[in-house]
């Protein structure tokens, strides 16, 4: 079976970050090193010059994957970094490494640096990357270690080119916990984009982070994905805010962030950078991607059985406050679903299909 080396990366915010920093040095000390020579390094200049290089072009690779933040940029040099690989002319380096630093220096540019970007949670997922302490795996103190993970086989029905998984891989730790994350060969297509970004009404995605591969939601496991500037692109309705929301189908009550929280019930608690897209949206008007994501327990019977339901484009039209179980008060925004789609009794009906939800309780299997 085919398969593809990942970092092994804790899931932490700080250790994501050192991560990123020292593949960032090592990026750095490969030109350093290249400038005494008046060329690029090649693998047969050593082991340590062929492990770097391996390195690095894994890193350009990782990055893509990864959303840009100002506290990234700011910390890891980031900016300074890429400019030194593709736009420093006493520095060299491969061909294939300029052209990945200028493609994430132009699209990072292009967004200006996640300046305006709602941030996602730091917290774990089961869908998310998570590793065990890796032993056994050789890597300097401060670097991430180098795992194999298997590939699915592209013709495999749930994880192979026209699977429900499509785009994910099953990540094993050397202590054997088994997570998934993005497959670096299939890449993701990007959820910043108004409108249905080429997803048809009823698409149905086994989890969030499928939704993220397939560009209908930006974050891993946050409920809302835009920015403060001009918007949300989407937002997840789930049975989190169960006892909050108030979803009506065509007309949805959708809670901020930190909607539980707050127990002042004179004002409600800042709003987070989720909260602040909404009320971007609710200025520019522009419109926002609702999926919906359910579960077999859930009281609201819009979302449906299981996994995540796009059910298409609504409006914020108006917001309103209201109190919570503590007495604080908190932010509600009402959407509106826009005309001309297909009904949402129609995708209660057929989305997911039957066999999506054989797949689905198949996952677990692997490949």
């Known amino acids: 079976m085919a398969t593809v080396e990942v970092f092994a990366i804790p899931n932490s915010k700080p250790q994501r970050l050192q991560h990123m920093m020292s593949q960032g040095r090592g990026i750095v000390q490969l030109g350093l090193k290249s400038k ?36 990234i940029k700011q910390r890891t040099n980031m900016e300074k970094m890429l400019k030194y690989v593709f736009d420093d002319p006493t520095m060299y380096y491969p061909e294939d490494m300029k052209k990945s630093a200028q493609a994430l220096y132009e699209k990072w540019q292009s967004e200006n640096w996640g300046a305006n970007a709602v941030m996602e ?5 089961a869908d998310q990357e998570f590793v065990d302490p890796v032993s056994e795996v050789t890597a300097t103190p401060d670097e991430a270690p180098i795992i194999q993970s298997e590939l699915p086989p592209p013709e495999h029905p749930i994880f192979g080119e026209d699977g429900i998984m499509n785009g994910i891989i099953i990540f094993r730790s050397p202590a054997g916990r088994k997570t998934y994350r993005l497959n670096p060969h299939v890449p993701k297509r990007s959820a910043k984009v108004f409108g249905h970004n080429g997803i048809p009404v009823g698409a149905w995605f086994a989890n969030q982070l499928v939704a ?15 920015t403060t500037d001009v918007g949300a692109y989407s937002i997840v309705v789930s049975d989190i805010y169960e006892d909050l929301d108030d979803d009506r189908g065509e007309t949805l009550y959708y809670s901020g962030s930190n909607s539980h929280n707050n127990d002042d019930p004179t004002r409600p608690a800042p709003s987070s950078t989720g909260t602040k897209a909404l009320k971007a949206s609710l200025q520019t008007g522009n419109p926002v991607r609702v999926l919906r994501s359910g579960g077999p327990h859930s009281r609201n019977r819009w979302l449906p059985e299981c996994g995540l339901r796009y059910d298409g484009l609504y409006r914020v039209v108006a917001l309103r406050e209201g109190k919570n179980t503590k007495g604080g008060l908190y932010e509600q925004f009402m959407l509106q679903r826009e005309p001309g789609q297909t009904s949402l009794g129609e995708l209660l009906l057929s989305s997911p299909t039957a066999q999506q939800k054989r797949d689905l309780n198949d996952i677990q299997r692997g490949y």
């Open 36 to 71: 005494r020579l008046h060329r690029a390094m090649r693998p047969e200049d050593g082991t340590e010059s062929e492990a770097r290089l391996k390195r690095g072009r894994m890193y350009l690779e990782w990055l893509d994957t990864c959303e840009m933040t100002l506290e």
């Open 212 to 226: 993220l591969h397939r560009g209908a939601h930006g974050m891993r496991i946050g409920g809302i994905a835009g």
């Open 121 to 125: 949670e730091d917290v774990v997922s």
